[in-house]
Nanobody, 118 residues
């Protein structure tokens, strides 16, 4: 069983920064992927970024590439999402998730709200 707990959301002005954290417990195999998704108001959940616990280079959605950075701290079983140059369209509930190499995103955190004001 995997448990994921996000933190770090909040209200920030456009152009500002936030860092989200996701603490994982349970399964944390080095080849597993950790990911961040988000769900903007009235829209479907969408991919943001992903990384392997082993520390490979992260992958990003085009709408956050160059502004967001995903990283992992294996000693703390924690994944981070550093968000810079935030825009109002980044407003969403951000979710942490995990999957095995060939599996689905099958465990999700409860989400953390990020609101970017214009």
């Amino acid at each position: 069983q995997v448990q994921l707990l996000e933190s770090g959301g909040g209200l920030v002005q456009a152009g500002g920064s936030l860092r989200l954290s996701c603490a994982a417990s349970g399964r944390t195999f080095s080849n597993d992927y950790m990911g961040w998704f988000r769900q903007p108001p009235g829209k479907e959940r969408e991919f943001v970024a992903a990384i392997r616990w082993s520390g490979a280079i992260g992958s990003y959605a085009y709408y956050v590439k160059g502004r967001f950075t995903i990283s992992s701290d294996n000693a703390k079983n924690t994944v981070y999402l550093q968000m810079n140059s935030l825009k109002p369209e980044d407003t969403a509930v951000y979710y942490c998730t995990t999957r095995t190499t060939y599996g689905n995103w099958d465990y999700w955190g409860q989400g953390t709200q990020v609101t970017v004001s214009a």
